[in-house]
């Protein structure tokens, strides 16, 4: 009787530690700058009137807010990942004060909706790391605000 329940318990383990990975596997994993959709660009244009600046993962970024290499980006990119209609996006905010920013866009087609943003002081690099940090509330989450700019 005790190797039965044994082994039922060992099965649920592994079941469910099956239906943990399978469910990892849907996020799409792309981490390069040239990957952003247009979209996404087009959030940062109306929320900083400006282009997103950002270097990839292995490129040089200024960390700090002592301006070293002026030509340099302030962020740099640490995970850009897909799964359906939603899209992540970390990366590295220098300046003062070094942090972890975070957003998560929902996109369909031209549309962009339900936008989160948040940020960390800890390293976020991974989806398992970016999902540890949500879990234990080491993820700040902000209102977004946007600037609009009249066209005529």
Same mark, same amino acid.
């Given at each position: 009787?005790?190797?039965?329940?044994?082994?039922?318990?060992?099965?649920?383990?592994?079941?469910?530690?099956?239906?943990?990975?399978?469910?990892?596997?849907?996020?799409?994993?792309?981490?390069?700058?040239?990957?952003?959709?247009?979209?996404?660009?087009?959030?940062?244009?109306?929320?900083?009137?400006?282009?997103?600046?950002?270097? +990839?993962?292995?490129?040089?970024?200024?960390?700090?807010?002592?301006?070293? #290499?002026?030509? /340099?980006? *302030?962020?740099?990119? $640490? =995970?850009?990942?897909?799964?359906?209609?939603?899209?992540?996006?970390?990366?590295?905010?220098?300046?003062?004060?070094?942090?972890?920013?975070?957003?998560?866009?929902?996109?369909?087609?031209?549309?962009?909706?339900?936008?989160?943003?948040?940020?960390?002081?800890? +390293?976020?690099?991974?989806?398992?790391?970016?999902?540890?940090?949500?879990? #234990?509330?080491? /993820?700040? *989450?902000?209102?977004? $605000? =946007?600037?609009?700019?009249?066209?005529?």
């Amino acid at each position: 009787m005790r190797k039965i329940i044994l082994l039922i318990f060992v099965f649920f383990i592994i079941s469910c530690k099956n239906e943990k990975s399978r469910k990892d596997i849907n996020w799409v994993v792309f981490n390069d700058k040239n990957k952003i959709p247009e979209q996404i660009k087009d959030f940062f244009q109306a929320a900083e009137n400006g282009e997103i600046e950002i270097a +990839n993962p292995d490129e040089e970024f200024n960390t700090t807010d002592v301006v070293t #290499k002026p030509n /340099l980006p *302030f962020r740099q990119l $640490r =995970l850009l990942e897909k799964k359906n209609e939603l899209w992540r996006m970390v990366y590295i905010q220098g300046g003062i004060g070094k942090s972890y920013q975070f957003y998560e866009f929902k996109i369909q087609g031209n549309t962009i909706s339900d936008v989160k943003k948040g940020y960390s002081f800890e +390293n976020i690099g991974t989806n398992d790391s970016l999902e540890y940090y949500i879990g #234990k509330g080491k /993820l700040k *989450f902000e209102k977004v $605000r =946007l600037k609009y700019k009249w066209i005529d």
